[in-house]
């Protein structure tokens, strides 16, 4: 019965840091890149960028996939009024 008790605690510390591991404060800012609704939404969340690398990295590669977004939307459909945009949180 002991050796179940033990086996449990050990458990439990584990999930614990493994939770608690998770919740460290990310490095870089976190940029948020959202799109027009056609709804009464004035924003709808897109994606995040949120890695831990310093510097610019979550900025650029916010605004890359923006570009990408655009110009993939506008190429399919060049009456499109979706606008996407990136803010930084």
Do not use: K
């Not at 019965?1 to 998770?22: E, F, K, Q």
């Not at 890695?51 to 655009?70: V, W």
Request: charged share 10%.
């Amino acid at each position: 019965m002991h050796g179940i008790t033990a086996l449990t605690a050990l458990a439990t510390i584990v999930i614990l840091g493994v939770i608690s591991g998770g919740c460290t404060p990310m490095a870089g800012a976190t940029y948020r890149l959202y799109r027009s609704s056609n709804d009464s939404a004035p924003r709808v969340h897109f994606a995040s960028f949120n890695s831990i690398r310093s510097g610019d990295f979550n900025r650029q590669n916010c605004a890359m996939t923006l570009g990408l977004l655009t110009t993939n939307l506008h190429r399919a459909d060049p009456s499109s009024t979706v606008r996407f945009w990136c803010a930084v949180e």
